[in-house]
């Protein structure tokens, strides 16, 4: 780990600055929603904004960090997330539902670029074969992020400008962005990448890099950790609430499923050089299917609890798994593209999910959720099974 380069360990440090914007809004975006529009199929609406943010973002950023280079762009996102949190504590203070949404989409402009830290990581080893401890030690500065997120609700509590508790909750989030930001101008080594196009020939066209099997494995790997993810996640408080469970222990619930999203990082690494990627795949759908048999047995704070945290453990294996594929799909004058196209997919289907979150909790109830998520895993298992003969 000591040989791993700088970057990686920045980018991992800065996590709990830039990443709690997700764990914040997978906490309160839901409950502040329910609070300021009267229908509550449009609670989930915030959360959705965030993620439709991230996929409209991705493009962009990807051009953007073409253009300007990795740092600038980091610097630039976090800035604008933290002018997007103070946004959104403005709408929450004055009761406006829209003006929340508008703001979450705008914060998910950040999570565009921090969904690249990883790709920067990977950029800056030497050895391929760091791949997966970079990726998995970006991913560990999450365990920080999973614990900041929530407890910004009672960290904001210092800020009295505000009068709504979740008003402040978001005007803390607006300072550790720019906290955030201050790091990555002060201490991020610029990527100088090279595209040597004499010796990668010139670069393929997506219908053609997508007769890959190894890139629908790849994208399919990370769509489904995603998609499943945000479907059970996003509407895990509401149900909560539903069931009587008080706001505190919807937020321990929470806490504990992004600490399980990044602290099997940790490990990771090591189960893949192990068992290797697919077998690793293979592993992520189980627990899947873990956390929604756990999620049919009951509706006490620990039967949320245990399925959230089965919940994030798959996905660390999904994510990580899919991510380790993708470097093996493209050559370095096709990264940025493959790259932007990997995480548009993902995000996409991540806002399905948790728009659908709320349409299907408030209409169909929490087991046909959990019903329903079968099909994504059923089909990344067998795709993970046909790729891997």
């Given at each position: 780990?000591?040989?791993?380069?700088?970057?990686?360990?920045?980018?991992?440090?800065?996590?709990?600055?830039?990443?709690?914007v997700g764990a914040l809004n997978v906490f309160l975006g839901g409950i502040v929603g329910a609070s300021l529009h009267s229908d509550p199929t449009l609670a989930t609406l915030p959360?959705?904004?965030?993620?439709?943010?991230?996929?409209?973002?991705?493009?962009?950023?990807?051009?953007?960090?073409?253009?300007?280079?990795?740092?600038?762009?980091?610097?630039?996102?976090?800035?604008?997330s933290s002018i997007s949190a103070l946004f959104a504590a403005w709408s929450i203070e004055t009761s406006s539902f829209w003006g929340f949404c508008v703001s979450t989409f705008l914060l998910g402009t950040q999570l565009a670029y921090v969904g690249q830290y990883r790709f920067a990581a990977i950029e800056s080893c030497?050895?391929?074969?760091?791949?997966?401890?970079?990726?998995?030690?970006?991913?560990?500065?999450?365990?920080a992020a999973a614990w900041v997120g929530p407890e910004l609700l009672n960290i904001g509590?210092?800020?009295?400008?505000?009068?709504?508790?979740?008003?402040?909750?978001?005007?803390?989030?607006g300072a550790l962005e720019l906290i955030g930001a201050a790091l990555l101008a002060l201490a991020m080594k610029p990527l100088d990448i090279k595209e040597n196009q004499s010796q990668d020939g010139d670069a393929r066209d997506l219908l053609t890099l997508f007769k890959q099997p190894l890139l629908w494995l790849a994208i399919g790997s990370g769509l489904t950790a995603y998609a499943v993810m945000a479907f059970l996640m996003t509407a895990t408080p509401l149900a909560m609430s539903g069931h009587g469970h008080d706001i505190q222990s919807a937020k321990w619930v929470i806490q504990s499923h992004v600490m399980a999203m990044y602290l099997?990082?940790?490990?990771?690494?090591m189960i893949i050089k192990r068992v290797g990627i697919y077998k690793?795949?293979?592993?992520?759908?189980?627990?899947?299917?873990?956390?929604?048999?756990?999620?049919?047995?009951?509706?006490?704070?620990?039967?949320?609890?245990?399925?959230?945290?089965?919940?994030?453990?798959?996905?660390?294996?999904?994510?990580?798994?899919?991510?380790?594929?993708?470097?093996?799909?493209?050559?370095?004058?096709?990264?940025?593209?493959?790259?932007?196209?990997?995480?548009?997919?993902?995000?996409?289907?991540?806002?399905?999910?948790?728009?659908?979150?709320?349409?299907?909790?408030?209409?169909?109830?929490?087991?046909?959720?959990l019903v329903a998520s079968l099909f994504p895993i059923a089909l990344l298992f067998l795709l993970n099974l046909v790729i891997k003969k």
């Open positions: 780990m000591r040989s791993l380069p700088w970057n990686a360990w920045l980018l991992a440090a800065v996590q709990p600055f830039v990443l709690s959360v959705t904004a965030l993620i439709v943010g991230v996929s409209l973002n991705i493009f962009p950023a990807a051009r953007i960090q073409k253009k300007l280079g990795r740092k600038r762009a980091f610097v630039l996102a976090a800035i604008v030497k050895n391929p074969s760091q791949h997966p401890s970079v990726i998995s030690l970006v991913l560990v500065g999450g365990i509590q210092t800020i009295t400008i505000f009068v709504s508790e979740y008003a402040r909750a978001y005007a803390a989030l099997p990082s940790l490990i990771t690494p690793l795949i293979t592993l992520g759908c189980a627990i899947f299917l873990a956390c929604i048999a756990i999620a049919l047995l009951g509706h006490s704070v620990h039967h949320y609890w245990w399925a959230l945290v089965a919940l994030g453990v798959g996905w660390n294996f999904l994510f990580i798994g899919g991510t380790s594929l993708l470097p093996q799909t493209y050559k370095p004058s096709e990264r940025f593209k493959v790259q932007a196209v990997n995480d548009f997919s993902i995000t996409a289907f991540q806002a399905s999910g948790s728009l659908g979150a709320g349409i299907v909790l408030f209409t169909q109830g929490w087991t046909w959720m």
